[in-house]
């Protein structure tokens, strides 16, 4: 069991990795399926093995593999995008802890809003360091706001939609997934 779960959290490592080059460039941080997949990672894999999916692909990328939207390393931190990579962990880990007992599409969406909740939160903020504090750029939170996460809200929203509707049919047909998270 324990090594199925580590495929199928290698997996979703490499998910995500490619979801960060399927991309629409909007402004600092462009549209990517990279929530998708690290929702998707949370529902079908669980709490824990849906967030080491997600911390295995950003440390991927910060030991300076090309898997982030502008290539990778330690040097990324300085990025405005950082933020939301590091999010990404800790809101696979709340869409798994909340879809763990219940996986209608109702509550999967809602559980996936709670992590995107989660990403904005760790996101934002550290855009607005970077922006503000290491590239002087001055910005105050509504352009930060503007720049960040108004315009990638229905993409959200539909990345969601796709995750609710998608997981309990993976669920019943692959196999319940959240054994591994016992």
Known sequence: MKTRALIFTALFAALTAVGAFLQVPVGPVPITLQFLFTAMAGILLGRRYGALSQLIY?????????????????????QPSFGFLLGLIPCAWVIGFLSRRRSGPAWLALACAAGLAVLYAVGIPYMALI??????????????LM??????LPGDAA????????????RKRLCNFNEFDV
């Open 159 to 170: 990345k969601i939609a796709i995750a609710a509707a998608v997981c309990p049919i993976l």
């Open 147 to 152: 720049a960040g996460m108004v315009p990638f």
């Open 131 to 144: 922006l503000n504090e290491y590239m002087g750029k001055g910005m105050d939170l509504r352009a930060i």
């Open 58 to 78: 950003v440390a991927l990328g910060l030991v300076g593999l090309p898997v982030f939207t502008r290539g990778g390393g330690l040097g990324y931190v300085f």
